[in-house]
């Protein structure tokens, strides 16, 4: 079964940059989402990237701050995160879509049974 290894999280100070990256064992995915879970919430779909045309979409919490990228040779999707501030603080996890996506972006990343293949998580911690 296919694996996703995240890197990056951390900790950072508020105002700062972090990028995270999720890095696909096979090639057999069609949209990588991202999520994240501050303590006490629940889990939210924060943006996700369609493989094949790059297409993206964000959260209205991380529009304009939060910028996903890919490099298909590598297999590997990265979170641009920058002016974070203290609501960033969460535990981020990647999330892999195997079979062919039938719906918009924006209907399928807010959920959680959209998605088949999940990454371990990283805690990104920001501070003042």
């Known amino acids: 079964q296919m694996r996703l290894v995240h890197s990056g999280g951390g900790a950072v100070k508020t105002g700062g940059s972090r990028t995270l990256s999720c890095t696909a064992s096979?090639?057999?995915?069609?949209?990588i989402g991202w999520f994240r879970q501050a303590a006490g919430k629940e889990r939210e779909g924060i943006a996700g990237?369609?493989?094949?045309?790059?297409?993206?979409w964000y959260s209205s919490p991380v529009n304009g701050r939060f910028t996903l990228s890919q490099d298909v040779a590598r297999r590997t999707v990265y979170l641009h995160m920058t002016d974070l501030n203290l609501e960033d603080t969460a535990v981020y996890s990647c999330?892999?879509?195997?079979?062919?996506?039938?719906?918009?972006?924006?209907?399928?990343?807010?959920?959680?049974?959209?998605?088949?293949?999940w990454g371990q998580g990283a805690q990104l911690t920001v501070s003042s």
């Open positions: 096979e090639s057999d995915y069609f949209m």
């Open positions: 999330a892999a879509v195997t079979v062919p996506i039938v719906a918009t972006l924006q209907a399928m990343c807010p959920l959680v049974a959209t998605f088949d293949i």
């Open positions: 990237i369609n493989k094949r045309d790059e297409k993206t």
